[in-house]
């Protein structure tokens, strides 16, 4: 599918079919994976007056991955107000370790997710929902949601299939998320034990996943990037990138913005850093030395692969 518009207005542009002119807004998999998406983000959009031109434009408040999930959900009328119907009674925020957040919402009393929305099984009352990283979250589904809404069961095979999409949006410079959920007659933790830790909960509720679809975006450059990247170079100056991007994403961005040239060998100028840490241990000082004195782009990097 594609979202028409540009930028964070939610009012211009509709959500099509890929390739074709046919609105895909009411199709069940496209509200049912927007409204699980929309239950596990905090960011909201609303528009604010220029004070130099007196203008009034969209923008975002909050984590700039999860406002092209607002807008697009609010492009077909699950606006960020329709949350307020589902009371979230757990939430486990994104991790570095853990590449994903967790929210779990009430939808006690629901035959669907939401209107036009995929059905629930009876006795649900509960809806968790893992937006993320999806190679991590990957590993927790067990099915997946089809284009009609039904439910099939997800094979190893389904799984490539979807890292070989994910890989063909990541060269292309955007960010990926995988929406996954699992519903719930009642928490799948005691949850009047006080010394279960935040870890312990998180992995009661991400277990057999279903995964509802993906959603790629893309961050432009900011403005004289490029230049200025050009203008290290040419002082003598090696500009290196450290992000938590997924490769295929942290390489395209780079060659976008000049830090990676079209004669660099990828394999030795663009890392994941799991290459610092193998078997979990960092490498000794020396070999580091030799890994970074060559490497221009980290992948996937955690707060403490930059110290």
């Known amino acids: 599918y594609d979202v028409e518009g540009k930028g964070f207005d939610p009012t211009v542009g509709r959500i099509k079919r890929e390739g074709a002119e046919k609105d895909g807004g009411s199709d069940v998999a496209v509200r049912s994976s927007l409204l699980s998406a929309v239950l596990c983000c905090n960011t909201t959009i609303s528009k604010v007056k220029d004070p130099e031109t007196g203008d009034e434009k969209w923008e975002p408040k909050g984590n700039s991955s999860e406002a092209p999930i607002v807008v697009a959900a609010t492009k077909i009328g699950l606006d960020q107000s329709i ?23 009430d939808v006690s009393g629901r035959e669907r997710l939401c209107q036009g929305g995929m059905e629930l099984l009876a006795g649900t009352k509960l809806l968790s929902v893992c937006k993320g990283a999806p190679n991590f979250i990957l590993d927790y589904c067990t099915e997946q949601l089809m284009e009609d809404g039904s439910t ?34 009642a928490m799948p933790f005691d949850t009047n034990n006080d010394d279960l830790t935040t870890d312990q909960k998180f992995e009661a509720c991400r277990t057999n996943l279903k995964l509802m679809g993906l959603v790629a975006s893309i961050d432009p450059d900011r403005d004289g990037v490029p230049q200025s990247v050009l203008a290290a170079r040419g002082a003598g100056i090696r500009v290196v990138m450290i992000t938590g991007d997924y490769l295929k994403t942290a390489i395209a961005i780079a060659y976008n913005v000049n830090i990676l040239q079209p004669s660099d ?16 241990q960092y ?8 890994l970074t004195s060559s490497v221009r782009v980290f992948a996937r990097a955690k707060p403490e692969d930059k110290l």
């Not at 307020?84 to 967790?102: A, N, T």
């Open 152 to 185: 099939t069961q997800m094979t190893e095979q389904d799984k490539q299939q979807v890292l070989d999409i994910v890989d063909k949006y990541s060269s292309k410079a955007l960010r990926v998320l995988a929406i996954a959920v699992r519903t719930f007659e």
């Open 283 to 290: 490498l000794s000082h020396s070999d580091m030395d030799v």
């Open 83 to 105: 949350t307020k119907d589902y009371r979230r009674v757990l939430e486990i925020p994104f991790s570095s370790s853990r590449k994903m957040m967790l929210t779990v919402s």
């Open 265 to 280: 060998d990828e394999a030795l100028a663009a890392v994941d850093c799991a290459r610092l840490r193998p078997d979990g």
